[in-house]
């Protein structure tokens, strides 16, 4: 074996450290410090050196986070201290027994309040990892507490464990206990792979990282975004031990793990309420599942005194939040049918508590859902609900199906006009092919006709579209131009006054913009932007409806598939005979004349509105802008042309003057546009 020259040990060494020192700064930190392509080099510089000498591989070198051969099978280990779990509180009058029954134990005095430590409590897999001289020697699966699995060739892909401890006063043995968890984004990223390929998709994040951290194949762990943040200590010998627990984590983080950014000292069982109640309100916004909050006391002396009882610590408790996932039977499932003619199955469900609320009705998405799930009616299922995402079957217990389950049928025929259901190629999901004449369709048509980015009939809510259309006064949106304030007044909630006022508001909107009417018709794919290029372009509805595919696609941002949806449309003689009906019911605009010299003077530039604006409103102002043929975009870039700034501009104007792009206040901007 070659000799290994010095020169080549310290390189090793050093490139070795610098790799770990930005894995932990881009995996715990969260602040990369060099590009994605800085670091791949360094790495290919290092498996090179170990190639060539083989004897300088270490344990600890970051090229050993790809994963090794597989293992037959797990070993078990044997905890040298158990891996207890924690007692439970349900609500407040049991988090506050906890309290009393510390103080008591304790003798704390009246109006004295104990620290606690208060922390997310993820919902992933709990592991034990032992350092010994600061490297990384075993990982092991919580188990039954006492005995776990050895896992230690996948804790170390795991690119926010340190496979080397850094800092001072690193101890001879230390044994960290902590949470592997798959963030969201992850979850969604492993199940989006699977389907793709047709494999089993995971429940939810927790058993998908519990799935990843028992592959005998840890290349295959490798693979999978899992993070861990450590949040307590087994073992700890060899140097000073710390006097509280919240000074404990901070030397975990100094020695290289990730510890959770939420940890807060509480003092006093109050405290520990409001943070709960604080975090129960973030919980939904945070990248990664939580399912509630663990207290620990945060004196460490105070923890030895209060010892335990058979399975759990009395130092700390989890207060759980309501659960988001829970069984429940799948009684039937309905199909209905959407502003664009999807037909959604809707599984109607057993009532069950689940996410805080009470849940009847969870969406199945579409048929290719229905498939993968395995789904049949009467099976016992698995929901999942969180914040305000709507509920959603994520998985069937099929071990509890019933002898008188039935599949699923999706509707060849629309469920509410009796239309065929089509399903074009590449789309998961089918539609009624009934188009406007749908009178599913016609209400979810009729109220985003009316609605603020669109006509903008004041006063036209939703449940006002449902009633005037089931007390048959309306079936299109052409309709909306016949009715009469005394057609309308003796409807429930509508007044004589109010009646008028709604009759005012449908004749106001008959003066419109092209781009405008071209969104309120939702043809797919045609959002606000799609409107206002398409008329900016033909500058008239009739030009539009007679492009052909070719013509549309030759338009910036128009692509084969939105082309096909507004040739469709405009092409359906039923669409059109109510669009005919619109205008004769006296809808109209100013079409754009393509042949004036200075129709678009702003094509080409980018403009960027941002601060108050008093005259005009902001989307005002971009309606005019647009329609001057300028993009208007959200941030400020060296591609930026003109920046509009009002009142309350921020650091869009700060970097608008570094970059020296003109600014222009909102009185300007309104003399240059009557300039124009």
Same mark, same amino acid.
């Given at each position: #074996?070659?000799?290994?020259?010095?020169?080549?040990?310290?390189?090793?060494?050093?490139?070795k450290d610098e790799l770990n020192?930005?894995?932990?700064?881009?995996?715990?930190?969260?602040?990369?410090?060099? !590009?994605?392509?800085?670091?791949?080099?360094?790495?290919?510089?290092?498996?090179?050196?170990?190639? @060539?000498?083989?004897? =300088?591989?270490?344990?600890?070198?970051?090229?050993?986070?790809?994963?090794?051969?597989?293992?037959?099978?797990?070993?078990?280990?044997?905890?040298?201290?158990?891996?207890?779990?924690?007692?439970?509180?349900?609500?407040?009058?049991?988090? $506050?027994?906890?309290?009393?029954?510390?103080?008591?134990? =304790?003798?704390?005095?009246?109006?004295?309040?104990?620290?606690?430590?208060?922390? !997310?409590?993820?919902?992933?897999?709990?592991?034990?990892?032992?350092?010994?001289?600061?490297?990384?020697?075993?990982?092991?699966?919580?188990?039954?507490?006492?005995?776990?699995?050895?896992?230690?060739?996948?804790?170390?892909?795991?690119?926010?464990?340190?496979?080397?401890?850094?800092?001072?006063?690193?101890?001879?043995?230390?044994?960290?206990?902590?949470?592997?968890?798959?963030?969201?984004?992850?979850?969604?990223?492993?199940?989006?792979?699977?389907?793709?390929?047709?494999?089993?998709?995971?429940?939810?994040?927790?058993?998908?990282?519990?799935?990843?951290?028992?592959?005998?194949?840890?290349?295959?762990?490798?693979?999978?975004?899992?993070?861990?943040?450590?949040?307590?200590?087994?073992?700890?010998?060899?140097?000073?031990?710390?006097?509280?627990?919240?000074? #404990?984590?901070?030397? =975990?983080?100094?020695?290289?793990?990730?510890?959770?950014?939420?940890?807060?000292?509480?003092?006093?069982?109050?405290?520990?309420?409001?943070?709960?109640?604080? #975090?129960?309100?973030?919980?939904?916004?945070? !990248?990664?599942?939580?399912?509630?909050?663990?207290?620990?006391?945060?004196?460490?002396?105070?923890? $030895?005194?209060?010892?335990?009882?058979?399975?759990?610590?009395?130092?700390?408790?989890?207060?759980?939040?309501?659960?988001?996932?829970?069984?429940?039977?799948?009684?039937?499932?309905?199909?209905?049918?959407?502003?664009?003619?999807?037909?959604? !199955?809707?599984?109607?469900?057993?009532?069950?508590?689940?996410?805080?609320?009470?849940?009847?009705?969870?969406?199945?998405?579409?048929?290719?859902?229905?498939?993968?799930?395995?789904?049949?009616?009467?099976?016992?299922?698995?929901?999942?609900?969180?914040?305000?995402?709507?509920?959603?079957?994520?998985?069937?217990?099929?071990?509890?199906?019933?002898?008188?389950?039935?599949?699923?049928?999706?509707?060849?025929?629309?469920?509410?006009?009796?239309?065929?259901?089509?399903?074009?190629?590449?789309?998961?999901?089918?539609?009624?092919?009934?188009?406007?004449?749908?009178?599913?369709?016609?209400?979810?048509?009729?109220?985003?006709?009316?609605?603020?980015?669109?006509?903008?009939?004041?006063?036209?809510?939703?449940?006002?579209?449902?009633?005037?259309?089931?007390?048959?006064?309306?079936?299109?949106?052409?309709?909306?131009?016949?009715?009469?304030?005394?057609?309308?007044?003796?409807?429930?909630?509508?007044?004589?006054?109010?009646?008028?006022?709604?009759?005012?508001?449908?004749?106001?909107?008959? @003066?419109?913009?092209?781009?405008?009417?071209?969104?309120?018709?939702?043809?797919?794919?045609?959002?606000?932007?799609?409107?206002?290029?398409?008329?900016?372009?033909?500058?008239?509805?009739?030009?539009?409806?007679?492009?052909?595919?070719?013509?549309?696609?030759?338009?910036?941002?128009?692509?084969?598939?939105?082309?096909?949806?507004?040739r469709d449309f405009l092409r359906?003689?039923?669409?059109?005979?109510?669009?005919?009906?619109?205008?004769?019911?006296?809808?109209?605009?100013?079409?754009?004349?393509?042949?004036?010299?200075?129709?678009?003077? =702003?094509?080409?530039?980018?403009?960027?509105?941002?601060?108050?604006?008093?005259? #005009?409103?902001?989307?005002?102002?971009?309606?005019?802008?647009?329609a001057l043929g300028a993009k208007?975009?959200?941030?400020?870039?060296?591609?930026?042309?003109?920046?509009?700034?009002?009142?309350?501009?921020?650091?869009?104007?700060?970097?608008?003057?570094?970059?020296?792009?003109?600014?222009?206040?909102?009185?300007?901007?309104?003399?240059?546009?009557?300039?124009?």
């Amino acid at each position: #074996m070659a000799q290994i020259p010095e020169q080549v040990r310290n390189q090793y060494e050093q490139l070795k450290d610098e790799l770990n020192r930005h894995n932990h700064s881009y995996y715990v930190l969260d602040e990369p410090s060099i !590009p994605d392509s800085e670091y791949d080099r360094g790495m290919r510089r290092l498996q090179d050196l170990e190639q @060539q000498y083989p004897q =300088l591989l270490s344990p600890d070198s970051p090229s050993q986070r790809v994963g090794g051969a597989p293992l037959p099978t797990f070993s078990q280990v044997a905890h040298d201290v158990p891996m207890l779990s924690l007692d439970n509180a349900f609500n407040k009058e049991e988090l $506050q027994d906890f309290d009393r029954r510390i103080s008591e134990r =304790l003798n704390i005095k009246d109006g004295e309040q104990i620290e606690y430590v208060c922390e !997310p409590k993820l919902d992933g897999v709990a592991v034990s990892l032992l350092y010994h001289d600061g490297l990384l020697v075993r990982g092991a699966t919580r188990g039954d507490g006492k005995v776990g699995e050895d896992i230690t060739a996948n804790v170390r892909t795991i690119r926010s464990i340190p496979l080397k401890l850094s800092g001072d006063g690193i101890p001879e043995l230390l044994e960290v206990r902590g949470e592997i968890y798959l963030p969201r984004a992850g979850f969604e990223k492993i199940n989006a792979a699977a389907i793709a390929q047709g494999d089993k998709t995971f429940v939810n994040p927790r058993n998908a990282a519990a799935g990843s951290l028992r592959q005998l194949d840890s290349k295959i762990t490798a693979s999978r975004p899992l993070e861990m943040c450590a949040y307590s200590v087994g073992q700890f010998k060899g140097a000073v031990t710390p006097d509280t627990h919240l000074h #404990m984590l901070g030397l =975990l983080g100094d020695w290289g793990f990730k510890i959770n950014r939420y940890v807060e000292l509480a003092g006093g069982v109050s405290a520990c309420e409001s943070y709960y109640e604080q #975090m129960q309100e973030r919980r939904d916004q945070l !990248p990664y599942d939580i399912d509630g909050i663990v207290y620990k006391v945060n004196d460490l002396r105070l923890q $030895q005194r209060l010892g335990f009882v058979a399975k759990a610590p009395r130092w700390a408790i989890a207060r759980k939040f309501p659960a988001q996932e829970e069984m429940t039977q799948l009684l039937d499932v309905e199909f209905q049918v959407g502003r664009t003619g999807a037909i959604t !199955p809707v599984a109607r469900l057993a009532p069950v508590f689940v996410g805080g609320v009470t849940v009847s009705n969870a969406t199945l998405h579409n048929g290719d859902e229905i498939a993968r799930l395995g789904i049949c009616i009467g099976d016992t299922v698995i929901i999942r609900r969180a914040g305000d995402v709507i509920p959603q079957v994520a998985a069937v217990v099929k071990d509890k199906r019933p002898a008188e389950a039935r599949p699923i049928v999706f509707p060849e025929a629309c469920p509410v006009c009796q239309s065929p259901v089509r399903r074009l190629e590449g789309e998961a999901v089918a539609r009624c092919s009934g188009g406007l004449f749908c009178g599913a369709q016609n209400k979810e048509a009729i109220k985003h006709f009316a609605s603020r980015k669109a006509m903008d009939i004041d006063g036209l809510g939703d449940k006002l579209v449902e009633l005037l259309v089931d007390k048959g006064l309306i079936y299109s949106v052409a309709d909306l131009y016949e009715l009469s304030a005394e057609k309308i007044a003796g409807l429930e909630r509508m007044g004589e006054k109010s009646a008028q006022n709604l009759i005012d508001s449908i004749a106001a909107s008959k @003066q419109t913009s092209l781009a405008k009417f071209l969104f309120a018709l939702g043809i797919r794919e045609v959002g606000e932007a799609t409107g206002q290029t398409l008329a900016r372009n033909f500058g008239s509805l009739e030009a539009i409806i007679d492009a052909d595919l070719e013509t549309l696609q030759e338009v910036d941002d128009i692509g084969p598939v939105v082309a096909y949806h507004i040739r469709d449309f405009l092409r359906n003689p039923d669409n059109l005979a109510i669009v005919h009906a619109l205008r004769e019911a006296g809808v109209t605009w100013d079409d754009i004349d393509l042949s004036a010299e200075n129709s678009q003077p =702003l094509k080409g530039q980018t403009w960027v509105l941002t601060g108050a604006m008093d005259v #005009m409103s902001r989307a005002e102002a971009k309606d005019k802008l647009q329609a001057l043929g300028a993009k208007v975009a959200g941030s400020v870039s060296a591609k930026t042309t003109q920046l509009v700034a009002g009142p309350g501009a921020g650091s869009k104007l700060t970097k608008a003057q570094s970059l020296d792009i003109p600014v222009m206040n909102e009185e300007q901007f309104i003399a240059f546009l009557q300039g124009v």
